[in-house]
């Protein structure tokens, strides 16, 4: 099992440009999960889905896009980049929601928009 | 969505000592509670967690205890030792049980 993969490690984009985030799993989990991780603030929620083809927006859903066509990938997609957007993006994925059923983290996609 | 609260923000231990970490929240219906441990370049990874039908849950040197009155947990590790530095979140789920809020997190460091 390679668990949750995420790619790229490592983004450097110009502001306006756009990009997807990929992320997938191969562990048949239903529920996947985008976060950002800013200094000192912790992880915020962006997007989430609970089975293909159902997404929902997060705590900060502003300026992402996302789409779960399959169980196993969660691209998220961030249209016009800006510099805002540098940060620390995980994926992550759980076989059901969050009572009792834990969360794994993929690597992480590091990116910043000058 | 749930508020929750994490202090200390930072923590410096000499190896050897205890560490404790504590998190309020806000619903009080809430009834479970992770603690995920996030080490230098990786994401964050599930180190313990509790049910509100208990107070206190332990693994080896680390253990989680809960105050459901005062709506607080509190992380405790004991006998610290280097490879324990990390960042450590506690997570709190929002209705519906869907999601988790988590902490704004606790950079861990101890010294040999």
């Known amino acids: 099992n390679a668990g949750v993969t995420q790619t790229p490690k490592f983004r450097i984009l110009k502001i306006g440009q756009s990009m997807t985030l990929q992320c997938a799993q191969d562990?048949?989990?239903?529920?996947m999960y985008w976060y950002r991780q800013d200094p000192g603030m912790g992880l915020k929620l962006i997007y989430y889905?609970?089975?293909?083809?159902?997404?929902d927006k997060g705590e900060v859903p502003n300026g992402y896009n996302v789409s779960r066509s399959t169980t196993e990938d969660f691209p998220l997609r961030l249209e016009l980049a800006a510099p805002s957007q540098t940060s620390v993006y995980f994926c992550?994925?759980?076989?059901?929601?969050?009572?009792?059923?834990?969360?794994?983290f993929g690597p992480g996609t590091r990116l910043t928009v000058t | 969505g749930e508020n929750v609260e994490q202090h200390p923000s930072t923590l410096s231990v000499q190896e050897g000592d205890s560490a404790v970490i504590k998190c309020t929240y806000s619903?009080?219906?809430?009834?479970?509670f992770p603690w995920y441990k996030q080490e230098l370049g990786k994401g964050p990874q599930l180190i313990i967690d509790?049910?509100?039908?208990?107070g206190e849950k332990k693994d080896q040197r680390i253990a989680v205890t809960l105050n459901k009155t005062a709506k607080h947990f509190s992380l405790h590790i004991t006998e610290t030792q280097p490879e324990d530095s990390a960042v450590y979140f506690c997570?709190?789920?929002?209705?519906?049980?869907?999601?988790?809020?988590f902490g704004k997190g606790t950079m861990l460091l101890v010294s040999p």
């Open positions: 992550a994925s759980s076989y059901s929601g969050g009572l009792g059923y834990e969360q794994y």
């Open positions: 562990m048949n989990h239903n529920y």
């Open positions: 889905s609970v089975g293909a083809g159902i997404t």
């Open positions: 619903d009080s219906a809430s009834n479970y």
């Open positions: 509790i049910r509100s039908n208990v």
């Open positions: 997570a709190v789920p929002n209705s519906g049980y869907s999601t988790l809020t």
